[in-house]
């Protein structure tokens, strides 16, 4: 059963359309991850679904209501905003019990407390429930945003860049936990960034988004593997996946699955004759840089070998390399589409 | 983090800080002090000014209570005071909000139009506002003064509370949004608290106005039962050419340090206000 069905929705502002067509449904208890480049309109989207804006086309649906037209406090939705918008002025205590006076009146206070005290304890910040927002770290007020968030056991949980504000370390870690929360409470999350390894990590499914438009959605897996574009390709990766013109298509595949030739399996792959030019050691890979024999020398193509495969490689020469057919996918030069459509 | 200071340093500190009060204070004392001064003591030019020579007197503190309407005029202050205090709250602060939270740039060049307003002297406009006033019928009333001074501290208020309300992030007001609040709701539980060294600086600087305001006082009031203290204190006090230097001194002393106190009491509140963390460190 879909918790929030978004259908043809778009925004517009001024002459910038920052949200154009977008259809999505997201199913109970799912971690949909919506990821894209900066400006591409994932928090205009996620701000429809809050309520926060209103779209200039399309509806929004949430557990079976239309929202068109509905302020955000009729919503059943929570939000952690990426500043963490946390209340300046009341303590820690007083911001989770912030939206339980609003949202639940029918509580006693008792009862209140009791559910202010169980949301702290969920991410461990019992301990700070007397302190003002300038008193914690970082990822103290990360966690005071979600208890605050998850105290009124919303239907959707939305979540703007929550981590991008957390040093490289804290991160990892936030987002361990926060994928934790989810699974045990069964929420309905949508998950807003720009950063593929969390959107790879966290998403039972993805949503890559460009230009206001859906290019993809997938899970992880699928999105990686099977990009449908060639714009999808390049974004989801690192380094990214090579792409070489042909006179009818592109060609392309990943840089780990660029391998000196009597490492690929011969009888189904195709074969290239590699240039290096430049080698970075990267500890556990090296990055080969370089270009193919037959594709003029500026469209540049990487080779990703892993420490297992440990055949010498000197700038400057040559070496038979070759990609095994499964792996390469092609893509149409105009459009950018996948050819064989979508399935290799 | 500072390392504490050393013994030295703290003295030096409070050398600098008993000067400075001393400076500051020093009229209030001049002030205290010749209020309680005997005229041939105060009119003689070779006694110290700064110490009773002869034996301080209560004649003219008596004076001031018994032959001037004083406490009446304390009243009229506080009543126009406190009147326009809540007029201009009422007018400034939501006009403030709504031109704080326009987008674009109208929301700013607003701001800026109401504030050249303030930049016209009241002594340019006293003739007119003048005649404003008898066609209502207003002369020798309270009003008078009541509807006036707001058009000198609404558009300088506005201005002063659209820089607060700017400084406060949008997305605070849009999580109490989410968190189940109305849009009056998220104003006054979330934008209000915050701006509250605003509101405070905006009430001082209100009261303060209508408690020294002269021309207007003087050119729409001329019962001296409807006068404020501004206005009526000279006029009693200063009679032809004599001066009650003493009563005259003992009515602004008297005035001044309650309200100086009270100023005070905000002044934590407004140093506490500016240092407050807002969204993120
Ligand atoms: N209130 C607004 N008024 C006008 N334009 C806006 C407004 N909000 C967003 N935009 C425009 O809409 C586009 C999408 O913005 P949005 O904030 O949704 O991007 P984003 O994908 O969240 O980017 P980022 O990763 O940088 O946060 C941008 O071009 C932005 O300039
Ligand atoms: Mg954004």
């Not at chain 1, 859906?214 to 690192?238: E, M």
Request: aromatic share 10%; with cysteine; glycine share 8%.
């Amino acid at each position: 059963m879909s918790v929030v069905e978004i259908k043809d929705v778009a925004k517009q502002f001024g002459d910038v359309r920052a949200v154009d067509g977008v259809s999505l449904q997201i199913s109970t208890g799912e971690f949909l991850v919506i990821l894209g480049p900066s400006g591409c309109g994932k928090t205009t989207l996620m701000r429809l679904v809050a309520g926060l804006e209103q779209p200039s086309h399309g509806e929004i649906w949430i557990g079976d209501r239309n929202m068109n037209g509905l302020p955000p406090r009729m919503r059943q939705i929570a939000m952690v905003f990426q500043s963490y918008a946390l209340y300046p002025h009341m303590s820690v205590y007083q911001n989770i019990a912030f939206p339980l006076k609003a949202k639940r009146q029918e509580l006693s206070k008792v009862e209140r407390d009791e559910k202010v005290h169980q949301a702290a304890a969920m991410v461990s910040i019992g301990h700070l429930l007397s302190r003002k927002p300038r008193q914690l770290s970082g990822g103290e007020r990360q966690r005071v945003a979600i208890a605050r968030a998850l105290v009124t056991e919303p239907m959707v949980l939305l979540l703007d860049e929550p981590l991008s504000n957390l040093d490289a370390k804290l991160r990892a870690a936030a987002r361990d936990e926060l994928k934790e929360f989810q699974r045990r409470l069964g929420i309905t999350t949508i998950f807003v960034t720009h950063d593929q390894v969390e959107a790879m990590g966290l998403g039972d499914r993805i949503v890559v988004m460009e230009s206001g438009k859906v290019q993809q959605i997938g899970t992880p897996q699928a999105i990686y593997d099977d990009p449908d574009n060639t714009f999808v390709a390049t974004f989801l990766g690192s380094p990214s996946m090579n792409l070489l013109p042909t006179d009818h298509y592109e060609l392309g595949f990943r840089p780990e699955h660029f391998l000196p030739a009597t490492r690929v399996d011969g009888s189904d792959s195709i074969k290239f004759t590699f240039h290096v030019k430049r080698v970075e050691y990267l500890g556990s890979d090296r990055l080969l840089y370089g270009f193919v024999d037959g594709f003029p020398e500026t469209s540049l193509t990487l080779a990703k070998l892993p420490i297992s495969v440990d055949d010498p490689v000197e700038v400057g020469s040559s070496y038979e390399f070759a990609v095994r057919n499964l792996a390469i996918k092609r893509f149409d030069k105009e459009s950018g589409l996948r050819w064989d459509g979508g399935k290799s | 983090m500072q390392t504490a200071p050393s013994s030295n340093r703290r003295i030096g500190l409070w050398a600098a800080i008993s000067f400075f009060v001393f400076f500051a204070a020093s009229p209030f004392l001049c002030m205290a002090i010749m209020a309680f001064k005997d005229s041939a003591d105060l009119y003689r030019k070779a006694n110290n000014p700064f110490f009773y020579n002869l034996s301080p007197t209560l004649e003219h503190v008596e004076l001031l209570f018994n032959d001037t309407p004083y406490l009446l005029f304390i009243q009229n202050s506080l009543l126009v005071g406190i009147a326009v205090v809540i007029i201009t709250l009422t007018l400034a602060v939501p006009a403030a909000y709504a031109l704080a939270r326009l987008t674009g740039r109208w929301g700013e060049r607003a701001g800026i139009l109401i504030f050249l307003v303030y930049l016209v002297p009241p002594t340019l406009l006293f003739i007119p506002m003048f005649r404003i006033i008898v066609a209502l019928g207003l002369r020798n009333n309270l009003l008078s003064l009541i509807i006036t001074y707001p058009t000198i501290t609404v558009p300088f208020c506005t201005w002063l509370l659209m820089g607060f309300f700017k400084a406060i992030p949008r997305e605070l007001e849009e999580a109490a949004l989410v968190d189940g609040q109305h849009r009056i709701g998220a104003f006054l539980r979330v934008i209000m608290p915050l701006s509250l060294p605003g509101v405070i600086s905006v009430i001082v600087f209100t009261f303060t106005l209508t408690l020294h305001e002269f021309i207007y006082a003087m050119t729409f009031i001329s019962s001296s039962a409807q006068r404020t203290i501004s206005v009526g204190i000279p006029t009693e006090l200063v009679r032809g050419d004599v001066f009650f230097w003493q009563s005259l001194l003992a009515a602004a002393v008297i005035i001044a340090i309650p309200v100086g106190l009270i100023y005070n009491l905000f002044l934590n509140r407004l140093v506490q206000g500016f240092t407050m963390g807002a969204v993120k460190g």
